[in-house]
């Protein structure tokens, strides 16, 4: 599977952004798609997954503020991302999971000033 994310950039804190990522296989058929996101000189950490089975969830710090989703008909993974914040600045990857095969875009850096 490959994927292609876009959509990031600098804004402003409170301001939006929506990011994309398109992916080569039907994407409703992949187990898990995630978004994870990876700050300068910290780890790669998940921020929302949706899961065949247990449906979707996300990271404490995002919840209310980020929604994921797909778009089925251009095979397309979502993050739709409100109230931005100063720590949430970080390169941010989709992810796909295929039984034991793991996937990933190659980034897109989000940045937010206060």
């Known amino acids: 599977v490959q994927l292609q994310a876009s959509g990031g950039g600098l804004v402003q804190a409170g301001e939006s952004l929506r990011l994309s990522c398109a992916a080569s296989?039907?994407?409703?058929?992949?187990?898990?798609v995630a978004w994870y996101r990876q700050a300068p000189g910290k780890q790669r950490d998940l921020v929302a997954s949706?899961?065949?089975?247990?449906?979707?969830d996300y990271a404490d710090s995002v919840k209310g503020r980020f929604t994921i989703s797909r778009d089925n008909a251009k095979n397309t993974l979502v993050l739709q991302m409100n109230n931005l914040r100063p720590e949430d600045t970080a390169v941010y990857y989709c992810?796909?999971?295929?039984?034991?095969?793991?996937?990933w875009g190659q980034g897109t850096q989000v940045t937010v000033s206060s």
């Open positions: 992810h796909a999971q295929r039984g034991n095969l793991y996937f």
């Open positions: 296989a039907s994407i409703h058929t992949i187990p898990v």
């Open positions: 949706i899961r065949h089975g247990r449906g979707i």
